[in-house]
């Protein structure tokens, strides 16, 4: 059966207390709307259609992709009324109503939910709460059928006592919609177009209500502050962390782990505390990441290392290879198996060979590097003229002397070795000396300056 998504994004959000419209904001990295979009996007529905309001722009800016089709609800007067929105844009033959603020519904609690849909049937995602404070109540028949819904503020105290809620999320017959929402009235307490009461409606036309239960209550928790939005920060961190542990992973503290993005991982990986990953990032078996590391879109070969403070962004740590603490590997550092970099030092755009080296304080950009070059602490490539960029070759086994600048574009062929403290600006054949610094001078007899009397 053909499925069409309404995802409702078009309210406030007055206590994030934001300049930001409150579905932008983010849960590991990705914005809460974001996450509802490619949770929707798992369903492989015939069409998403995103109800927005509030900052209408700036989600649309966010957020457009061409299987997205944005409806402006221009007043919010309600769920029914931004359900309703949308209407000209469906025709599937089931239809699913999410919410841009409730961000950690799994795909598979909506299947369940969406298996439940036919013609003579709705699919209604409750949760059991130990206090529904503000939730709407799922009112049941003797026979325990749903009868209707009933918001927090239209209850009577017998209803308030009801402990399931209506997390919102609902499957409908598509066909039934148009009719049903034509007919919701906005007379109850908040002068609101309630798609809840589509409910009562349908149990009217003969229909059956039947509910799933979300597997937590995290799973269909709304943000409304940034109380909350900690909260489902830490519930995804959680669940991420108890994936990665089940695949065989040490986190040395699951509460001091953070995924934004997405991860694979082998086994035998050791992950210290405060470790962030970012983007797309592969990590091979037996790699140990120390503690305090930013690791964005990057791979870890088999037993790398990754030590204490480091920072990578586009980086290919070989196989055994190590780098830190304190590293800084810019997009396009690619270092090669047993390869090694040390404290401060910066690569960009720079290639290391296997077993290279480069211990401490160096800038290495748009430089590729032969197997078991060894680079003197305090090494730069001056790959910058100010106005264009250039490159430094190193043959294999080569030697530069501490604080040598590399002038690029310059190459230097196997074997060859620098001075300490040289400023090579030509090009060094294999086996071959550079000395680029002037020649030291002893003067006897200098006599320091001494202070003037005033
Ligand atoms: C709604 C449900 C309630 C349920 C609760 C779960 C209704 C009438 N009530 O109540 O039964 O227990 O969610 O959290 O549906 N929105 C729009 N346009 C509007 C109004 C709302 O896009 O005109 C969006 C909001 O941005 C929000 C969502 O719909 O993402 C829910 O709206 P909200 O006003 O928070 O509904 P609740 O009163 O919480
Ligand atoms: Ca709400």
Request: hydrophobic share 45%.
């Amino acid at each position: 059966m053909s499925l069409d998504i309404v995802i409702l994004a078009a309210g406030q959000g007055t206590r994030m207390r934001s300049a930001l419209p409150k579905v932008l904001h983010p849960v590991a990295g990705k914005s809460m709307l974001g996450h509802v979009i490619d949770t929707a996007r798992q369903l492989q529905p015939h069409s998403i259609q995103v109800v927005i309001g509030h900052g209408a722009e700036a989600v649309r800016e966010r957020l457009a992709a061409s299987d997205l089709n944005f409806v402006l609800q221009a007043e919010q007067l309600g769920t029914g009324h931004a359900v309703a929105q949308a209407l000209p844009a469906l025709s599937a033959e089931r239809v699913l109503i999410l919410y841009g603020d409730v961000p950690l519904i799994a795909a598979e609690t909506l299947q369940r939910l969406l298996a439940l849909v036919s013609d003579q049937q709705l699919g209604l995602l409750t949760v059991q709460l130990a206090d529904p404070t503000g939730y709407g109540r799922i009112v049941r028949g003797a026979d325990g059928q749903v009868e209707a819904i009933v918001e927090h503020k239209d209850a009577n105290a017998a209803q308030r006592a009801i402990s399931e809620g209506n997390t919102g999320i609902l499957a409908v017959p598509g066909k039934r919609l148009a009719d049903w929402l034509g007919r919701l009235s906005n007379s109850n307490a908040q002068g609101e177009y309630y798609l809840t009461d589509v409910i009562a409606m349908a149990v009217a036309d003969g229909l059956v209500v039947a509910t799933e239960q979300a597997s937590d209550e995290m799973e269909v928790l709304g943000a409304n502050d940034r109380i909350q939005l900690s909260q489902l920060e830490r519930h995804y961190q959680y669940r991420a962390g108890r994936r990665l542990m089940a695949q065989g992973v040490t986190l040395i503290d699951p509460a001091r782990f953070d995924l934004r993005g997405e991860v694979t991982v082998g086994r035998d990986v050791l992950i210290d505390i405060n470790v962030i990953l970012e983007g797309q990032v592969v990590i091979e078996d037996g790699v140990h990441i120390g503690p305090n590391c930013v690791i964005k879109d990057s791979v870890l070969r088999q037993g790398a290392i990754v030590k204490a403070n480091s920072h990578l962004d586009g980086a290919d740590v070989g196989e055994g290879a190590d780098c830190g603490p304190f590293a800084r590997l810019r997009p396009g550092s690619v270092l090669g198996a047993k390869a090694h970099v040390g404290n401060f030092v910066e690569l960009k755009n720079a290639k290391l060979g296997a077993g290279a080296k480069a211990g401490h304080l160096s800038y290495l950009g748009d430089a590729e590097i032969g197997a078991r070059t060894n680079i003197g602490a305090g090494t730069i490539t001056c790959n910058y003229d100010g106005a264009n960029k250039f490159k430094t070759v190193l043959g294999e086994d080569v030697f530069i002397g501490s604080n040598s600048s590399l002038v690029a574009p310059v190459s230097l062929g196997d074997g060859a070795t620098t001075g300490a403290g040289s400023t090579v600006t030509i090009d060094v054949p294999a086996n071959t000396l550079a000395v680029g610094r002037a020649k030291q001078r002893n003067i006897e007899g200098w006599k320091r300056p001494v202070k003037l009397n005033k």
